[in-house]
């Protein structure tokens, strides 16, 4: 049997920032938007947020964590070579982006990611399609997901052309209310004590937010 998936951190139990929660509930509501941009320093729960989104998405929906280090054919995908060594033919082998599709693929220190990915995943993020044209491969999948990336200002902007193909862009500021700040750190606390009893206490307000994204649809604007 498979070991139950360890409880995250609510999304409706983040204390505050309430715009980087619209951004992201926008973005969940519409993947063409083309992506979240969070930035703030560190321990402003950029992370926390971004996996407490992909568990209001329907189903067992993924969260695709992004390692820096990632190479571009991790990223999109590339030749099966065990396919190839074993006689079995060319063959295609996803790679995070098909992983992530349905869910989220979240990207942490995205001004430090070589610019060319970045570029990959906004386009992929935009489009919804991964298209792949290469060692003698043409394959494409569906790859649906909601990109966010978080960076702190103090380690590198983003440089101006990526940041502009973001659809939204929040900068997440720790509260300087002290009533705030305790209760923040008291909800931390309680989660580590007990993550699935504290889970249990905000599944109301998750399953609310769940409902109504998937219940809302993207409204039509006319061109002007």
Do not use: W
């Not at 139990?13 to 979240?36: N, P």
């Not at 996996?51 to 571009?72: I, K, M, N």
């Not at 063959?91 to 098909?98: K, Q, S, T, Y």
């Amino acid at each position: 049997m498979n070991a139950p998936k360890p409880a995250r951190f609510p999304f409706s139990a983040v204390v505050g920032h309430d715009e980087a929660k619209l951004a992201l509930l926008l973005a969940a509501i519409d993947s063409a938007i083309g992506g979240v941009l969070l930035r703030g320093h560190k321990g402003s729960a950029k992370t926390t947020l971004a996996r407490g989104l992909a568990s209001l998405l329907p189903g067992d929906a993924p969260f695709v964590d992004l390692p820096l280090g990632a190479t571009e054919d991790r990223l999109i995908g590339t030749l099966d070579l065990g396919a190839v060594l074993t006689g079995d033919g060319r063959r295609f082998e996803p790679g995070l982006l098909a992983a992530a599709h349905g869910g989220v693929l979240y990207v942490d220190e995205v001004n430090l990611l070589p610019d060319h990915l970045v570029d990959v995943l906004l386009d992929v993020a935009a489009s919804g399609v991964n298209r792949v044209e290469r060692e003698g491969i043409s394959h494409e999948h569906p790859a649906r997901f909601v990109l966010i990336g978080s960076m702190n200002p103090e380690e590198g902007e983003l440089r101006p052309q990526l940041l502009d193909r973001f659809g939204l862009a929040v900068d997440l500021t720790t509260s300087l209310e002290p009533r705030d700040r305790a209760e923040a750190v008291r909800r931390r606390l309680d989660f580590d004590a007990d993550p699935a009893g504290i889970a249990q206490q905000h599944a109301p307000a998750e399953r609310e937010l769940g409902t109504r994204l998937a219940c809302t649809t993207a409204a039509h604007v006319p061109d002007a």
